[in-house]
C-alpha cells in the first residue's frame, strides 16, 4: 500500500525550472518545459505556473542564441572548412 501511494505521488509531483536571471540555458533544459520570469515577466510566468498546475501543456520550443562566437573560414581547392 505504501509503495503504490509512493508511485501515485511521483506521478502527480512535477518538477518545472524557473528561470529567474539572464543566464545562458543548457541545452538539456531548452528541451524541456521551464517557466521564463526574466524574459517573458511575472504576469507570464504566474500564467505558465497555473497552466501546468491545471495539467495545460504550454510549452514552446525557442531557439537559444549564442554570443561571443569566432568562425573562421578556410577556402580549399574544391571544399571549405569553417572552425568555430
Known amino acids: 500500500m505504501v509503495t503504490y501511494n509512493l508511485l501515485l505521488l ?3 509531483v ?3 525550472p524557473v528561470k529567474l ?6 541545452a538539456i533544459l531548452m528541451q524541456t518545459l521551464y ?3 526574466f524574459g517573458k515577466g511575472l504576469e507570464y510566468g504566474f500564467r505558465q505556473m497555473v497552466d501546468v498546475i491545471n495539467g495545460k501543456n504550454v510549452f514552446q520550443g525557442e531557439h537559444q542564441t549564442y554570443e561571443n562566437v569566432r568562425e ?3 577556402r ?3 571544399s571549405y ?3 568555430i
Open 10 to 12: 511521483i506521478r502527480l
Open 35 to 37: 517557466i521564463d520570469i
Open 14 to 16: 512535477k518538477l518545472v
Open 81 to 83: 572548412k569553417i572552425d
Open 21 to 26: 536571471d539572464d543566464c545562458f540555458m543548457p
Open 76 to 78: 580549399e581547392e574544391y
Open 72 to 74: 573562421k573560414i578556410h
